[in-house]
Nanobody, 125 residues
Framework: VQLQASGGGLVQAGGSLRLSCAASGHSFSRYVMGWFRQAPGKEREFVTAVSWSGGSTYYPDSVKGRFTISRDNAKNTVYLQMNSLKPEDTAVYYC???????????????????WGQGTLVTVSS
């Protein structure tokens, strides 16, 4: 499967952005989808993930209550709605797809087989 992330940009602190990740290929609905981010000089960080059906999601404390992941399997697309953005959210955001079942391992980037190219989100203070 090929993934194409979009929707990044420059936003002021407190603002919102919606990222999209369009997938091409087969059986999108069979993949767990995740978002990761990488800030300059830092390691890649898990942001969120959603199960095949969209019924299960997981967020670390750093984004819980501010970010929402969703998916539309009919459109082969996963979304990341980001609200109340902070300067520390500045990073390149990557979407990723995994054949694994939805569980604790969704936070581990090596569990994902396919990656999009990334989209830059810059939050100004």
């Amino acid at each position: 499967v090929q993934l194409q992330a979009s929707g990044g940009g420059l936003v002021q602190a407190g603002g919102s952005l919606r990222l999209s990740c369009a997938a091409s290929g087969h059986s999108f609905s069979r993949y767990v989808m995740g978002w990761f981010r990488q800030a300059p000089g830092k390691e890649r960080e898990f942001v969120t993930a959603v199960s095949w059906s969209g019924g299960s999601t997981y967020y670390p404390d750093s984004v819980k209550g501010r970010f929402t992941i969703s998916r539309d399997n009919a459109k082969n697309t996963v979304y990341l709605q980001m609200n109340s953005l902070k300067p520390e959210d500045t990073a390149v955001y990557y979407c990723a797809a995994s054949h694994r079942s939805f569980g604790r391992a969704v936070v581990v980037d090596s569990e994902y087989e396919y990656w999009g190219q990334g989209t830059l989100v810059t939050v100004s203070s």
